[in-house]
């Protein structure tokens, strides 16, 4: 076996699969020639096969709908440790939990791109991935080289008007090996348009992938991503609000969000598009209470009482259970999934009970508090959270009268749980006693719910609760 100086032959790409969850294509990869020739030294034919080299980015995962960036929060696997696939590598923190990615593929660890404690958008690579041992060096080689080339070609603040363009950055001959060019759909249609050699450019995206403003500045024509005049206009005055925002107390430190942190401020702005309106209702708690003295022993919480409530409530007032998403139309839901808030360490979060009118009441307590437990840490998966279609929040069990509650993106309506106090409270006859209350306020999206809607499913909330014997059925 020898290896010969005539040009490389045409072939397919060895790798057609595609990752759902961390990785996606294979990068660039050389080529490696293999020439296997006869031994019988009349023959003067010989074959030429052509291997590629498979060396894969492992790309961000988008592990939620709202999920933008990832942290790492640890490598499982080291570099150059081998993998199996299916296995788990790396443990990324979302904006909602931590959750373990798997290997969709064979092969070997080759170099760690992004650290624990960093971030990376989604998409992004975060690591290499080699099929094969022999290729670990050359894909540590590509990713100690790709950062350095990358900020190599960086441009530098824009000069002025009058100065004349930067001519384009065009991409040297390799003299190694031929090698496939990564454009973004984007940059191969301005590429197109523009008649540019798309081969001929050099890329600064990440791993060398040719991006719209690469071929923007070898067409030698201005960015398309150059501020429009309206936010020109509007940077002044943005200026000055921040200018006028008053200074900092002494001593005083300024906290990034987290991931989650920025999820939960994210879903709240978007909350205030929707039209909402607020509906309170005092319910007799004396019934309930004796029955939870009775089931607490045998595990069950006041929560599972509650959300079992509100699911019996919502399957005799499905539009309360609805959503509307596009302010066009709105959808019955088929499932009445109850979610909970729950606060964690540096957050909120809302676990969710699925099916919560048909579960027993046992089996819906048992499930909530697996929820709770892999809620506190960080191990929810994305159904088990992103799933409900109407949400309790309970804030009695701090002695809580009474509040409200924002509703949450894409569902119809949230209750805020306050809690059970002796009140004086008058019968038909005009008898005084003092009974158990507790005050219930039902935040409502009014697109979908009007006001008697949810006087009516707060009417059988309430008799549900104040007759609890239907709960244990």
Same mark, same amino acid.
């Given at each position: 076996m020898a290896a010969s100086s005539s040009s490389f032959l045409p072939t397919p790409s060895l790798s057609n699969s595609k990752s759902t969850i961390s990785f996606a294509s294979s990068v660039s990869p050389p080529l490696r020639r293999v020439v296997f020739r006869s031994?019988?030294?009349?023959?003067?034919?010989?074959?030429?096969?052509?291997?590629?080299?498979?060396?894969?980015?492992?790309?961000m995962p988008a592990l939620s709908s709202t999920m933008t960036e990832g942290?790492?929060?640890?490598?499982?696997k080291t570099e150059g440790e081998k993998l199996a696939k299916g296995e788990s590598v790396v443990v990324v923190e979302s904006d909602k939990a931590d959750m373990d990615v798997?290997?969709?593929?064979?092969?070997?660890?080759?170099?760690?791109?992004?650290?624990?404690?960093?971030?990376?958008?989604v998409g992004a690579a975060i690591g290499l991935l080699a099929e094969t041992e022999a290729e670990i060096e050359e894909a540590k080689n590509k990713a100690a080289s790709k950062p350095s080339s990358s900020s190599a070609v960086v441009p530098s603040p824009p000069p002025p008007a009058t100065s004349s363009p930067a001519p384009p950055a065009i991409a040297q001959p390799s003299s190694d090996s031929p090698r496939k060019t990564v454009a973004t759909p984007y940059a191969k249609k301005l590429a197109k348009q523009h008649k540019v050699d798309i081969g001929s450019v050099a890329g600064t995206g990440p791993f060398g992938r040719i991006t719209a403003s690469d071929v923007e500045a070898?067409?030698?024509?201005?960015?398309?991503v150059a501020p429009p005049p309206p936010p020109t206009a509007a940077a002044p005055t943005a200026k000055a609000t921040t200018s006028n925002s008053p200074p900092l107390l002494p001593d005083s430190s300024v906290v990034?969000?987290?991931?989650?942190?920025?999820?939960?401020?994210?879903?709240?702005?978007?909350?205030?598009?929707?039209?909402?309106?607020?509906?309170?209702?005092?319910?007799n708690t004396d019934a309930l209470d004796a029955l939870y003295e009775k089931v607490k022993p045998k595990g069950v919480t006041m929560t599972a009482?509650?959300?079992? %409530?509100?699911?019996?409530?919502? !399957?005799?007032? @499905?539009? /309360?259970? =609805?959503s509307c998403k596009d302010g066009k139309s709105f959808s019955y839901n088929s499932n009445i999934n109850v979610a909970v808030a729950v606060a964690i360490n540096g957050g909120l979060i809302t676990p969710v009970l699925q099916d919560a009118d048909k579960?027993?009441?046992?089996?819906?307590?048992?499930?909530?508090?697996?929820?709770?437990?892999?809620?506190?840490?960080?191990?929810?998966?994305?159904?088990?959270?992103?799933?409900?279609?109407?949400?309790?929040?309970n804030l009695g069990m701090f002695g809580v009268d009474r509040f409200d509650a924002i509703?949450?993106?894409?569902?119809? %309506?949230?209750?805020?749980?306050? !809690?059970?106090? @002796?009140? /004086?409270? =008058?019968?038909?006859d005009g008898f005084f006693s003092v009974k158990n209350t507790m005050l219930v306020n039902v935040t409502a999206d009014h697109r979908i719910v009007y006001g008697a809607d949810l006087a009516a499913f707060l009417q059988t909330f309430a008799k549900i609760v104040e007759n609890p014997d239907s709960l244990t059925l």
């Open positions: 031994s019988t030294p009349s023959s003067s034919h010989r074959r030429v096969m052509t291997v590629r080299s498979k060396i894969r980015e492992i790309f942290k790492i929060v640890s490598w499982i798997e290997t969709f593929y064979d092969g070997y660890l080759a170099a760690i791109v992004v650290g624990e404690g960093e971030t990376a958008p070898a067409a030698g024509i201005a960015p398309s990034p969000f987290t991931a989650m942190q920025s999820a939960v401020s994210k879903n709240m702005i978007e909350s205030l598009s929707v039209p909402t309106f607020r509906v309170g209702y005092p319910v009482l509650l959300a079992k %409530a509100v699911g019996m409530a919502l !399957a005799q007032h @499905p539009v /309360v259970n =609805a579960l027993d009441l046992y089996l819906l307590s048992q499930k909530w508090k697996e929820l709770v437990g892999k809620a506190r840490s960080k191990q929810l998966q994305p159904h088990e959270y992103n799933s409900g279609t109407f949400t309790l929040s509703l949450p993106p894409g569902q119809g %309506a949230i209750m805020a749980v306050g !809690a059970s106090k @002796p009140t /004086v409270v =008058a019968d038909k």
